[in-house]
């Protein structure tokens, strides 16, 4: 039996932050549009993305993660955390290609697998994932949650900082950093 690993040198002890990805969008929004009003919204919106790149602004910067358990809602880390967000869904492709991956069909839906969400996944992403971690790079993924492009939020976002393969049973564990759980030292 022959297996593969790799890991990067993010630690999520070290370089992940230790609060949960929970804030008030009434928040978020004031932050945004500089206006300050009750949404009267009851639910809370996650900065992952901003959470996922803040970490690796901290890791290449060898800046440390601040040591507080409690999610902010204002302040300089917040207002960081809402630019970070800001610039992880400018980036390249990553809500048109969120967008397009939620409206494909998952494998069996009786198309081809070219077509499928699983094939795109595999023979698009995942080489490209797993020749950076195996160069030591840390890897934000967009993990698709939701099939509706209407959902967007819905999806979520963590740092990729290892996998390991299974060469007989074809099976590949991604460890990560995940800011809904930072309670957790590596997701798989």
Not at 16 to 32: K, L, Q, R, T
Not at 65 to 79: K, M, V
Not at 101 to 126: A, C, V
Request: charged share 25%; proline share 5%.
């Amino acid at each position: 039996m022959v297996k593969e690993e790799y890991f990067t040198a993010f630690k999520v002890e070290k370089h992940g932050f230790h609060f949960h990805n929970s804030f008030s969008v009434d928040n978020i929004v004031n932050e945004i549009t500089g206006v300050d009003f009750d949404l009267l919204i009851d639910w809370n919106y996650g900065l992952c993305g901003g959470m996922c790149w803040a970490a690796l602004d901290r890791y290449y910067g060898k800046e440390m993660i601040p040591e507080r358990t409690t999610t902010p809602q204002e302040g300089n880390l917040f207002r960081e955390l809402v630019r970070r967000q800001i610039d992880f869904l400018k980036k390249g492709w990553t809500i048109s290609k969120t967008l397009l991956y939620q409206s494909l069909p998952t494998h069996g839906d009786n198309i081809p697998d070219e077509g499928s969400l699983g094939y795109k996944t595999q023979i698009n992403e995942w080489p490209k994932i797993k020749e950076k971690l195996k160069d030591g790079i840390p890897v934000t993924m967009v993990l698709i949650r939701v099939l509706n492009p209407f959902l967007l939020a819905k999806n979520h976002s963590v740092v990729a900082i290892g996998y390991h393969y299974d060469t007989e049973t074809k099976q590949v564990k991604i460890y990560a950093y995940d800011p809904n759980h930072p309670e957790e030292r590596e997701k798989k």
